[in-house]
């Protein structure tokens, strides 16, 4: 019996342990921390989080679908290069989304909304002048995910994240550039005005102009970071 419940245990551990796997190399690999070119070595995985082989397998196989890493068989498992065939791809998906979305909030202005929404910014423009990028950048994540949920579609936040790694690692190469924080705080401010004001075409314009700038620097941080991109 005891060696029944400890086989139990374990495969709860298991199933626990592939969601904490993935989502702590994500964002590694997101924040860039796990470089572009990176070995992960499976036995070296194992033993910093203390789980079976198992769960490190899955873990590495859904960031292999999201394509943040490539898994060569019996051998290694590799951090994939920024592709930015990829990145556009992705931004197309979530412009289109949120485009619908801050129109929808705008037609029906929530003032309780709009304010938790101003909470997001000011927290930036905090973690902006003190240079806290991770945190920065998780103010943003909770900024957008709030408006998916306020218009009635957070599952779409999740499956548009799915898409995203390639984006992500861009604008997180990006993101140290001076005063490109600064930017992204006006531009959220001017969609939360747009919403609060009640202005559809205005809260698209300042949505559209927020996401388009993304890629606009992707050729020169190339240039600068050679070895962070796919050829």
């Known amino acids: 019996m005891l060696e029944l419940l400890a086989v139990r245990g374990s495969a709860r551990n298991a199933q626990r342990g592939a969601p904490l796997i993935f989502e702590t190399l994500r964002d590694e690999i997101i924040g860039l921390r796990l470089k572009p070119g990176t070995v992960l070595s499976r036995a070296e995985l194992q033993e910093r989080f203390g789980l079976s082989s198992t769960p490190i397998r899955d873990a590495l196989m859904r960031l292999q679908e999201e394509g943040l890493v490539e898994v060569f068989p019996q051998h290694a498992t590799v951090v994939t290069p920024i592709d ?129 700038h993304s890629l606009e620097f992707a050729e020169a941080l190339k240039a600068r970071h050679p070895d962070y991109f796919a050829p």
């Open 84 to 212: 930015l065939r990829r990145a556009r791809e992705a931004q197309f998906l979530r412009r289109s989304l949120e485009l619908e979305v801050v129109r929808t909030l705008s037609q029906s202005p929530d003032p309780a909304l709009v304010e938790k929404l101003r909470s997001f910014v000011r927290q930036q423009a905090a973690f902006a002048e003190l240079k806290e990028h991770a945190a920065f950048e998780s103010a943003d994540l909770a900024f957008h995910r709030t408006m998916y949920e306020a218009a009635g579609i957070g599952d779409l936040w999740y499956l548009m994240r799915r898409q995203a790694g390639h984006i992500d690692r861009l604008r997180r190469l990006n993101l140290p550039v001076e005063g490109k924080t600064r930017h992204v705080v006006a531009e959220h401010t001017a969609i939360v005005d747009a919403i609060a004001d009640g202005e559809p075409d205005a809260a698209q314009a300042a949505l559209r102009d927020h996401l388009s």
